[in-house]
């Protein structure tokens, strides 16, 4: 079970800003995988990874990041604070 | 409060006159404004509610550790922003200049690129996600080692 | 006004709320304050009437031909100030932060080295000139060719 | 005919803000050199030139400036703005 978390048009496109998983994937790239087929709005937020950041458990990681004990995963454009 | 994370608008002036820096011979203070030209009418700011505290919190927690500060303060609104309304303030005070400054300067890196902010800039009938900028990732190996503050989304 | 040199008091908070600068994304600001430690209870500025103005005017407009500036502004006191007081403020606006905050950082590093003044701190029962900081005059060559804005003690 | 200027522990020790010099010194150094014959406290002004900077009509000027034309002279420590 994790916990995964959308933001800015990550939310838009998957039209959750959260869900929880039923999972057994071994990495984030893994998690990406599965969490394509969940959805067109899904498949299209994942789409270009190259705009796509991931923190797990609240730390930058990642496509090849361990899932091992993980509780939440966010998926994010880069930042633009300040 | 060193770190307020706030949706109403904030009176720059407002937190430079409350700033208090006893013993302090330099106060740099930097604000970001919400530009209104391009015919941006308003911004959207998202962020992570919990996780953008501990990151800022880190930031500063950094800042301190790195930089000789008297005081240090950091204020950054989310929700609806109109044009012309300040986006964010960092306020550093130090005994000397360079360390202000460089405070400052090191915040506001961090800042744009890890704390987690998404902005939506709203035009007349359109609005698009503001797209970070290269130059601002890239700033970010000024700081060295480039591994960020410790702590969360960093 | 750009260049303000003056003999009363100022408040830093209001120069912020008073420094227009439309279209600017980014403001920075540093102040300069009388610090109390070292048992300094107040000082006096010496400086040269006339080439005073004429050497800050110098500087800010070397910062305009520079840095990308919305805006800019100078505030410096003279006569005798007590411990606390703010001496100075430089004020930058621009589209982006970097020009802001370079803009800042190149005023003050000239205003320290190049401006006509001189200190003297006064503590019980003494008093002496401040004496310039290596560091200082070394700050300078941060700006390239060494070479000042071109115009009076320059 | 040069107008001299004197600023911060110089003028203190001078006694003057500003002298109106009759003079010949075709450098910088020349002129120090007559000053120092002044007084006593000119002389002290001037005793240690490495903590001394010269502007000559408003330019910072070495010793070995040239005072062909120039109007005016000032002398003082380094400056300790902002």
């Known amino acids: 079970m994790i916990e995964v978390l959308y933001f800015a048009w990550l939310r838009e496109r998957t039209g959750l800003s959260r869900e929880t998983v039923e999972t057994q994937a071994a990495t984030v790239a893994d998690l990406v995988e599965e969490l394509r087929a969940r959805s067109e709005g899904h498949a299209l937020a994942f789409s270009d990874l190259r705009a796509v950041r991931a923190a797990v458990d609240r730390r930058l990681a990642g496509l090849d990041a361990p899932l091992a004990g993980a509780r939440e995963v966010a998926f994010f454009p880069p930042m633009t604070g300040g | 409060m060193e770190v307020e994370l706030r949706e109403a608008p904030f009176d720059p002036a407002a937190e430079l006159a409350a700033f208090a820096a006893p013993g302090a011979g330099a106060v ?9 030209d391009d015919g941006v009418e308003r911004l959207e700011i998202e962020h992570w509610p919990g996780a953008t505290e501990e990151a800022i919190a880190a930031m500063v927690q950094e800042a301190r550790a790195r930089f000789a500060l008297s005081a240090v303060r950091v204020v950054h609104r989310h929700g609806t922003l109109q044009a012309g309304e300040p986006i964010m303030m960092v ?14 300067d090191f915040l506001m890196d961090w ?20 797209e970070a900028r290269s130059e601002d990732e890239a700033a970010l190996s000024r700081w060295g080692d480039g591994r960020g503050p410790a702590s969360t989304v960093s």
């Open chain 2, 91 to 104: 306020l550093a005070a130090a005994p000397h200049r360079r360390a202000a400054f460089e405070a400052a």
């Open chain 2, 111 to 130: 800042l744009k690129s890890r704390a987690p902010f998404w902005k939506k800039a709203h035009r007349a009938g359109s609005a698009a996600w503001v």
């Open chain 2, 28 to 36: 740099v203070t930097f604000t970001g404004v919400v530009r209104g």
